[in-house]
């Protein structure tokens, strides 16, 4: 015995070796760094711990962390290496805009595969609604339709603006009590959304690159904020904006079990696992798209994903 108190505490940030965490007995934030500087349990992840983690302290030093319900990640190009960006969550949202930057479907598809590999269940936020009826029309009908696909498949789809106030209380009671991770491009109103669900925040809008270079934290960590009405707690994960959201972990042959509507279809080709999906006869993926229950755009999606993760080529736009 060392005469040391364990103590049980939330990662709320983090670079890699240095912590805030919030202790479990007291509610005290406190920064710590890993004692021996590597936990054991890690491996080849770009960042040991993340935001929802609850690690063990000792003399304010983190001894290791309790085993993860889930972790969603993302690859982090800089680092190389999949990077966690929250730990045990309940939700992903993938936050867009219907414009002020351009609607994503792309950027979705890779935020809905990622956190369906995870196991965790994912929803998409369109904010900036009020711009709605500024866009060309053609390609507003466009996003609603691709809204909708989403909504059919099993995504819950929430039309927003943090700017009016416009469809933000049937987002708040979907999020209340959850732990949601919210990731997006720069710019969609990520920051703006959590100021007004939790005015005390304060989240620096705007200034896109400038919100998460405080002390020595980097640029590319989340930071999990909690917000408590009454006695109902809900907390998010913030991550910093990023341009693209790169795919980690998910060998190419198993997307399709993790787009939903593409997975009952798994292995029932004519030519059964070795069916590329492209030209054969009897791809049940190429007549679901004919019959209208895989939306085409999806589709390419699919095979945009899976020439990029199987690494041959020339994929390099900026989807
Ligand atoms: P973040 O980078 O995703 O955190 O985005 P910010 O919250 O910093 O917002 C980026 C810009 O979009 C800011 O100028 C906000 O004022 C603006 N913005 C955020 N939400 C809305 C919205 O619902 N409607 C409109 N018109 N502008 C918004």
Redesign the pocket.
Same mark, same amino acid.
């Given at each position: 015995m060392n005469g040391q108190e364990t103590l049980r505490a939330l990662v709320i940030r983090g670079s890699r070796n240095l912590f805030t965490v919030r202790l479990e007995c007291s509610g005290e934030e406190m920064e710590c760094r890993i004692k021996g500087k590597v936990l054991k349990q890690v491996t080849d992840y770009y960042n040991p711990l993340a935001p929802g983690d609850i690690v063990e302290i000792e003399g304010g030093q983190i001894l290791g962390f309790e085993k993860r319900r889930n972790e969603f990640g993302r690859f982090n190009q800089k680092g190389n290496a999949q990077q966690i960006l929250a730990s045990n969550v309940d939700i992903v949202f993938c936050?867009t805009?219907f414009s002020?930057p351009p609607f994503r479907p792309r950027f979705i598809d890779r935020v809905l595969l990622q956190a369906d590999a995870a196991g965790i269940p994912a929803a998409i936020i369109c904010?900036?609604?009020? *711009?709605a009826g500024e866009i060309d029309p053609d390609a507003g009908l466009d996003i609603e339709e691709r809204l909708s696909d989403y909504e059919r498949i099993g995504h819950p789809v929430f039309r *927003?603006? %943090?700017? !009016?106030g416009e469809g933000l209380d049937k987002f708040k009671s979907f999020a209340a009590g959850k732990f949601s991770v919210l990731t997006?491009? #720069?710019?969609?109103?990520? #920051? #703006? *959304?959590l100021n007004i669900i939790s005015p005390g925040l304060n989240?620096? !809008?705007? %200034?896109?690159n400038e919100k998460y270079k405080r002390g020595v934290h980097t640029t590319t960590q989340g930071i999990l904020f909690q917000v408590r009405e009454g006695n109902v707690s809900t907390r998010f994960v913030d991550t910093p904006?990023i341009r693209r959201f790169a795919l980690a972990g998910i060998p190419p042959e198993d997307i399709i079990l993790h787009m939903k509507e593409f997975a009952p279809l798994a292995g029932k080709c004519s030519y059964g696992l070795s069916c590329s999906h492209i030209s054969e006869p009897g791809c049940k993926l190429m007549e679901a798209v004919d019959a209208g229950i895989i939306h085409e755009d999806r589709y390419v999606s699919f095979l945009k994903i899976r020439q990029e993760l199987s690494g041959n080529t020339g994929y390099q736009d900026n989807d």
């Open positions: 936050v805009s002020s904010n900036k609604y009020d *711009l *927003l603006s %943090a700017k !009016t997006g491009q #720069s710019g969609v109103g990520k #920051s #703006s *959304l989240i620096k !809008t705007g %200034a896109i904006g």
